[in-house]
C-alpha cells in the first residue's frame, strides 16, 4: 500500500477479490478517478479506474 499512498484504498471481500484478480469489474463505492483495491490486510490487489457503475481493474497484481 505504501507504493500508492495518494490513492483511495477499496477494501473488498473474497468474493470480490476474486472477481478483480480475473479482470473483472466490481461495484464501485466511491467517487474518486483512480483506486488501489486492497485486500483485509491490506496488500494491493489491482489499480483501478471508474467504469460507470464499477471499479475496472487497469493492472492486475494479484492471481485469480
Known amino acids: 500500500r505504501a507504493a500508492v499512498p495518494s490513492l483511495p484504498a477499496v477494501t473488498l ?10 479482470g473483472q469489474g466490481v461495484a464501485r463505492t466511491l467517487d474518486a478517478p483512480r ?3 486492497v485486500d483485509t490486510d491490506g496488500a494491493i490487489i489491482a489499480i483501478a ?3 460507470g457503475d ?3 481493474p487497469r ?3 494479484a492471481d485469480a
Open 35 to 37: 483506486a488501489a483495491i
Open 54 to 56: 464499477l471499479w475496472q
Open 59 to 61: 493492472v492486475v497484481l
Open 13 to 22: 471481500d473474497t468474493e470480490d477479490m476474486r472477481c478483480v484478480a480475473r
Open 49 to 51: 479506474e471508474p467504469r
